[in-house]
Nanobody, 125 residues
Framework: QVQLVESGGGLVQAGGSLRLSCSAP????????MGWFRQAPGKDREFVAA????????DYANSAKGRFTISADNAKSTLHLQMNSLKPDDTAVYYC??????????????????WGQGTQVTVSS
């Protein structure tokens, strides 16, 4: 059973930074496509960023490019999302997800098999 546990959410002022972490003990981290998604109230869950350790592949939503950085610590099976220059529009519940062993980086929630419980990020203006 794969468990993903997010941490690092909170309340921050616009322009500030947060670093989200996702612990995935026991996951074959190096071969999995991993992703971050977010869901604001009344909106669909949307792709933020994806990462694959093998090959060092990354992908970002346009809204995240230049502000967010996805990375991982393979030895600790932990995924991170560094978020800088945060805006009120970034307010959402952020979810870590694992798509399983694959060579691509999917950006659709339907492609991801395992999900964390989510962590709230609130950006005040």
């Amino acid at each position: 059973q794969v468990q993903l546990v997010e941490s690092g959410g909170g309340l921050v002022q616009a322009g500030g930074s947060l670093r989200l972490s996702c612990s995935a003990p026991g996951l074959r981290f190096s071969s999995y496509a991993m992703g971050w998604f977010r869901q604001a109230p009344g909106k669909d869950r949307e792709f933020v960023a994806a990462f694959r350790w093998r090959g060092g592949m990354t992908d970002y939503a346009n809204s995240a490019k230049g502000r967010f950085t996805i990375s991982a610590d393979n030895a600790k099976s932990t995924l991170h999302l560094q978020m800088n220059s945060l805006k009120p529009d970034d307010t959402a519940v952020y979810y870590c997800a694992a798509a399983g062993p694959r060579y691509d980086l999917p950006n659709s929630p339907a492609e991801y098999r395992y999900w964390g419980q989510g962590t709230q990020v609130t950006v005040s203006s």
